[in-house]
């Protein structure tokens, strides 16, 4: 290898050096030579780095090395400079720029914020929507929970809905087809969440089932336009959706968790968390806890509770998911702390 051989030269240690099969050099008069002129021409090269980087950062938005990547690029300079004689101007530039470049971090993405007056509105819809069913279903948990799934997974289907109108009419952006294969599957499961509180009586009522189906089809007809216009808007209307869906059912089994323990797992639960092949169910877990394409998450269910923590599981992943389609215009995680989406002040 070619390093510890660049090292001995720059300690001075050692006593002959093969830099290519066709070109012996005796290296006692080398190593002493580079040993005089290695601590100028570093710190030279250093200062240049540094100008250099410094430029780099300013054009491209990227953060200072770290330590630990700093130390790595001198003695990475300092090889350099051993083998300077031996290297055309050209080649020795285009190997002290790469240098810079590997030592350099890229700065993740700042998030995207949503311009305030929409998302106040967002806010009012979703807010006043919410407080109004549950004040009208107070008491009644599983009418309630039946109505906000059955509206809940309706943006899902607005979204593929304009997504496959735009591909009919030749439109087919990269990554578009893993998108709407991930809006299918966080239907899918928004579907399995209703099928479970129906199978718990949630739809018993013929008014609770018209009211439920009513609101979703406006809802429905008012995300396709949202989504023609602005998917930023239509998916934050969803992420506040989905935030309120987690923090009821964590009310709920913060309230009524010792009950639940003692109620059976409904059968519709057991076979799509359990017994169904995973492949729906790891797709809308976008922001991934293992490696590859496969959640960590394998729920197992012993009591009513069980299935009730994995459906406020869910709308945490939908969320996630939401929050990076906002933020980033990406489904996947992009290397921070997944937040809330923030308003952006309207500039007078």
């Not at 090889?79 to 240098?99: M, P």
């Not at 350099?104 to 979703?126: C, D, G, H, T």
């Not at 709407?180 to 239907?187: I, K, L, S, V």
């Not at 499961?189 to 189906?213: F, K, P, Y």
């Amino acid at each position: 290898m070619i390093r510890p051989a660049l090292l001995a030269i720059v300690c001075g240690s050692a006593s002959a050096l093969t830099i290519s099969p066709a070109r012996p050099v005796a290296t006692a008069p080398l190593a002493a030579a580079s040993a005089a002129r290695c601590a100028p021409i570093v710190a030279e090269a250093a200062q240049a780095t540094s100008s250099v980087a410094g430029a780099a950062m300013q054009a491209t938005g990227v953060v200072a090395p770290t330590a630990g990547q700093a130390r790595e690029r001198e003695v990475r300079l300092a090889d350099l400079e051993a083998i300077r004689d031996f290297l055309s101007l050209d080649e020795f530039e285009a190997k002290r720029a790469q240098i810079v470049n590997d030592a350099v971090a890229v700065r993740p993405a700042a998030p995207a914020q949503l311009e305030e007056s929409i998302y106040k509105l967002n806010k009012f819809i979703v807010d006043t929507v919410y407080k109004a069913i549950c004040l009208v279903y107070d008491g009644n948990d599983y009418a309630r929970f039946f109505v906000l799934e059955t509206v809940a997974r309706v943006p899902y289907f607005a979204y593929l809905s304009v997504m496959h109108l735009r591909e009919t009419f030749g439109s087919r952006d990269p990554g578009d087809g893993d998108r709407m294969r991930t809006h299918y599957a966080e239907a899918d499961n928004e579907l399995h969440h209703l099928l479970i509180m129906e199978s718990l009586g949630g739809n018993s009522s013929v008014v609770d089932r018209t009211l439920a189906q009513t609101m979703a089809f406006t809802y429905y007809w008012y995300v396709i336009a949202v989504y023609t216009i602005s998917e930023q808007a239509a998916y934050h209307l969803s992420e506040l959706i989905e935030d309120h869906a987690f923090n009821t059912y964590n009310g709920y089994l913060e309230r009524e968790g010792e009950k639940l323990k003692t109620l059976p797992v409904p059968d519709i639960a057991r076979q799509y968390y359990e017994e169904q092949d995973p492949y729906l169910f790891d797709k809308f877990c976008t922001v991934k806890d293992g490696s590859g394409d496969a959640s960590q998450r394998r729920p197992k269910l012993e009591s009513l509770y069980d299935v009730f923590v994995n459906v406020r599981d869910d709308e945490k992943e939908h969320w996630k998911t939401l929050c990076n389609l906002v933020q980033f215009d990406s489904m996947e995680g992009q290397g921070q702390e997944i937040a809330s989406t923030m308003p952006t002040p309207v500039l007078e």
